[in-house]
């Protein structure tokens, strides 16, 4: 054989550069060695760590809401390192600027000009850090960045790297202070997930580690790179999705918008999250298909934080979560094919 029958088919990323063809196995077993790593710096949050991967591996963006001191910031520089990506962190304040973030234009005396400085947005995988206790317009300067993969600095305008994620943070508590997103925003996020409190075991594990460890760092090691991430997410493209699944996705997202206790139901691009992250949650449980087990194992996630309760309804706990579940006990589910459309 020769050497370019024997070498593995390249694919041309969408920074220009080359890298390795993945098969749906490959990304599936990667997807396991990247779990199992940050499995070694965030104990027992497995069906969270997967959702949040689930959202990469899509291509999106992840919303991480929950209460202070549950692995949030350390899930987020865990998925960076065991990924290979540049990782950033800034940390939302009331005074933040948007020029904080995107970066500006300074003058450079040497050369008599203005040069722009890149911000820290100029990143693999971006940690905005309590995104609700900085003003709208900083909260704004993400828009663009999340969307289009692009920053505009007075008119002119600078592309991101690829792949290029944001993994936020924000505490339901303490909202003295604080701005919450808009619909318009929250709705650029693929995915909103909680950690939840760990269990007494988890917790103890926590700490035992902590002795182990002898120290406070945590370090993950890199199981791919950026190249190899662009391959898995274009990977995840070729999964098979039968009619029957995604028009489960449109029914679900339909039945938000027509549900008495809400305000704005989920757009269309909540089916579209819906059915983007369902193909890359099937593929980190080692299948090339998705299933309606898998719609239903992202739709929380997927939809809840795209939907508005009825103002009165708040005082009795009636929220989007509880809405999507509702939606998930009525509509009913398409029969499970294996492998259907192959």
């Known amino acids: 054989m020769t050497d370019s029958e024997t070498r593995p088919a390249d694919v041309i990323t969408p920074g220009g550069s080359v890298g390795r063809e993945l098969a749906l196995a490959e990304v599936s077993d990667l997807s396991r060695r990247v779990l199992e790593r940050v499995g070694q710096a965030v104990v027992g949050k497995g069906e969270s760590l997967e959702l949040v991967l689930a959202g990469i591996l899509a291509g999106g963006h992840v919303l991480l809401e929950d209460y202070p001191g549950l692995a949030k910031t350390l899930a987020a520089r865990s998925f960076a390192q065991a990924l290979g990506l540049e990782f950033r962190r800034v940390q939302f304040t009331p005074d933040l600027l948007p020029s904080d973030v995107t970066g500006a234009f300074v003058y450079d005396q040497k050369d008599s000009e ?4 890149p911000g820290p947005i100029f ?5 905005a850090d309590e995104i609700n206790r900085t003003p709208p317009k900083t909260q704004a300067a993400l828009l663009e960045s999340m969307q289009e993969h692009q920053v505009t600095v007075e008119g002119q305008t600078f592309p991101l790297p690829v792949p290029f994620h944001v993994l936020a943070t924000a505490n339901p508590v303490e909202y003295e202070g604080t701005y919450p997103l808009p619909e318009a925003q929250l709705d650029r996020f693929m995915l909103r997930i909680g950690f939840g409190y760990p269990t007494a075991a988890e917790e103890w594990e926590v700490l035992r580690r902590r ?4 120290t406070e760092d945590q370090k993950v090691e890199a199981v791919t ?3 190899g991430l662009l391959a898995a997410q274009q990977a995840v493209e070729t999964v098979t999705v039968d009619d029957t699944v995604g028009q489960y996705c449109v029914d679900l997202a339909s ?3 027509r549900d008495s206790q809400v305000l704005v139901g989920a757009s269309p691009r909540g089916s579209l999250a ?3 992250t369902a193909r890359a949650y099937a593929v980190i449980k080692g299948r090339d298909y998705v299933v309606p087990e ?3 194992a992202v739709a929380v996630p997927a ?4 939907i508005t309760v009825r103002p009165e309804l708040w005082l009795h706990d009636v929220t989007g979560a509880t809405v999507v579940r509702s939606v998930l006990g009525a509509v009913p589910t398409p029969p499970t094919v294996v492998g259907a459309g192959r």
Do not use: Y
């Open 123 to 127: 990143t693999g995988l971006l940690l």
């Open 255 to 257: 039945a938000t918008r």
């Open 211 to 214: 002795m182990s460890r002898r």
């Open 274 to 276: 819906l059915l983007l």
């Open 225 to 227: 790179d950026a190249a």
């Open 303 to 306: 939809l809840a934080h795209r």
């Open 294 to 296: 898998d719609v239903k």
């Open 114 to 117: 203005f040069v722009f400085r």
